[in-house]
């Protein structure tokens, strides 16, 4: 559907990999980062905030990577209301095209008091003094208030007023903790747009956690109250509970356009693409019956229902899968396809591949073609996610061998490729794959944790592919992998080493 002049636009400020990646295990390396930025890029979200760039020398790289390849959204990186955290934040995003910088402080009673043991009026005026700063070095300065659902109403009109004045383009009220619910959340939006003289010199954000299961529904309650800008991330993730999902925001928008009279720039049809980007890099599955993205989101089990959207889909579905860009099985491909046919359906499913990676690929898909009689999207998608990511190989799977029954101890042999000479170690667990990691740990001399371990099949069937994905702690540090294939011990094997891979680049760098 077109855009309309009477339509107000809603900018997206997505955090997934300042907020997102503060979710328990969804830590992110550099190249993580710089993927799920490219797809956030083909979504067209407004603004990308990378990261906090003086929380550790990690995390100010990620940033200035981040800022040196995004072309068309902002960049920005948050930071408190302090002179060294703004300096900090200005290095990191300073190279990039549209950069901004995003400083906060808490106004909330209680943080105020038991946090950071300041006197209101010291809080404003160390806000309105840092923004004064901030817009000397940026252009483009967004301030927060956090706990601001908490916060008393003159005050929040305060400061608000005041940091407009000194030069913020974007003011953002946070529901940090959660607390807020639609109705009365949506009020304070419209009491900040009636009690504030200056609020139409900056776009009005919103920010909301999901504690009490009411981001989205507190986020849509401040569109209608009169928001400019909703700050989400992909698949929902975030501290705690989490924050607003951006793909139930953005489609929420969509599908009830007439009645929030508003509209984003979002390109609705890399939401699938990015959510399973997401998911991938962080290990963090997304739950089945999750709205928009989950895997039963566009699933008819229930005889009327099927019976309906075979004979109209609007029966049972108020958006198409489609619009999400979700993968169908518009053509089978098989061991007989062609290298057309294979690059024409990867681009049909978002993925555009340079040379190297797409005969790499390609070979993959030989291969897996052996196994299987047809190759569905789902394969193909799990196949070129693992290709996309360009994770290092350190060390390689060459074979694995496994004995395993109920009457004896499982024992597993597994040979690596490492540094050009092939490796092999026996191991003997309580599981075969227990047994395999422990042989690959002894051959690379590791002592790291599995702290999670998932086994899922992409496609049904008894030739089903099966994606194993693993956590793994070396020291403070967490490392991801994934692994497909047709045997699950393999698809095992593959996502451990995967992991390693991860852990052996970063120390090789350092």
Known sequence: MGKSDKMRRIYVFDTTLRDGEQSPG?????????????????????????????????????????????????????????????????????????PRIHTFIATSPIHMACKLKMEPDAVYE????????????????????????????????????????????????????????????????????????????ARLAVHCHNDLGLAVANSLAAVRAGADQVECTVN?????????????????????????????????????ATSRCVATVTGSRVQANKAIVGENAFAHEAGIHQHGVLANPLT???????????????????KHSGRHAFESRLNELGFHLDEARLKELFEKFKLLADRKKTVTDADLEALAHDVQIMITEHVKLDRFNVTAS??????????????????????????????SFKAINQLLGLKVTLESFQLNAITGGRDAQCEAAVRVRDGERIYHGRGVSTDVIEASILAYVQALNVLLDENSHG
């Open 26 to 98: 969804c830590t992110m390396n550099l190249r993580d980062k710089l993927l799920v930025a490219e797809h956030l890029e083909a979504l067209r979200v407004d603004v990308i905030e990378a990261g906090f760039a003086i929380a550790s020398a990690g995390d100010f790289e990620s940033v200035r990577a981040v800022a040196g390849v995004v072309k068309n959204a902002a960049v920005a990186s948050l930071c408190r209301a302090l002179p060294k955290d703004i300096d900090r934040a200005w290095e990191a995003v300073r190279r990039a095209k549209h």
């Open 126 to 201: 160390q806000a309105v003094a840092m923004v004064k700063y901030a817009r000397n070095l940026c252009g483009d300065v967004q301030f927060s208030l956090e706990d601001c659902s908490r916060s008393e109403r003159q005050f929040i009109y305060r400061v608000v007023e005041g940091v407009i004045a000194a030069g913020a383009g974007t003011v953002n009220i946070p529901d940090t903790v959660g607390y807020a619910v639609p109705e009365p959340f949506g009020e304070l939006i419209a009491d900040i747009r009636s009690n504030v003289p200056n609020i139409d010199k």
């Open 236 to 272: 929902g993730i975030g501290e705690r509970a989490g924050n607003a999902a951006l793909e139930e925001i953005v489609m929420a928008l969509h599908t009830r356009r007439e009645f929030f009279q508003a509209e984003t720039n979002i390109e609705t049809t890399k939401i699938y």
């Open 316 to 334: 049972y579905e108020i958006m198409t899968p489609a619009s999400i860009g979700l993968p169908r099985n518009k053509m089978v491909l098989g």
């Open 406 to 435: 109920n009457a004896i101890t499982p024992v597993s042999t597994i040979r690596l490729l490492r540094d050009g000479k092939l490796v092999e170690h026996v191991a003997a667990s309580d599981g075969p794959i227990n047994a």
